[in-house]
């Protein structure tokens, strides 16, 4: 029985690939979901409203979270790391990533995926003049 259970847990397997500002990681998109439903303040929905308001607090809040949970820097003109928005779009990466597992795990016709394959990383920035 816990045979069956690892053989369909290694074949939707998945890596959630995203850029931390230096590079491109990857971290199992499976646990990235668990510790993300684990997580009372990103899927707090009071705390959620307080971001879509813009109150400043939450909104501070709501990116420092974000940074620890991806474990990447915030921006330090000195030291480097993510803007707001670029932590926003690995966060919105990882909620399309995740809609798109659900997606293939439904059943629903998708572009092949392939163990080992994730979404497209959020890349790095495009470069500045």
Request: charged content about 25%.
């Given at each position: 029985m816990l045979r069956r259970w690892l053989q369909r847990r290694v074949?939707?397997?998945l890596l959630f690939s995203y850029w931390d500002g230096k590079r491109?990681?990857?971290?199992?998109?499976?646990?990235?979901?668990?510790r993300y439903m684990l997580n009372q303040k990103l899927t707090d929905p009071?705390?959620?409203r307080d971001v879509e308001a813009g109150k400043p607090e939450a909104v501070e809040e709501f990116f420092a979270e974000i940074a620890t949970f991806f474990d990447v820097p915030r921006y330090d003109e000195k030291t480097?790391?993510?803007?707001?928005?670029?932590?926003?779009?690995?966060?919105l990466a990882f909620l399309a990533w995740v809609?798109?597992?659900?997606?293939?795990?439904?059943?629903?016709?998708?572009?092949?995926?392939?163990?080992?394959?994730?979404?497209?990383?959020?890349?790095?920035?495009?470069?500045?003049?």
């Open positions: 074949q939707k397997a491109v990681r990857r971290q199992d998109g499976e646990r990235l979901w668990r009071l705390f959620l480097g790391g993510l803007t707001d928005e670029e932590l926003g779009r690995v966060y809609e798109q597992k659900k997606t293939r795990d439904s059943g629903s016709p998708t572009s092949s995926p392939t163990a080992g394959m994730g979404s497209s990383p959020s890349g790095p920035p495009p470069p500045t003049s």
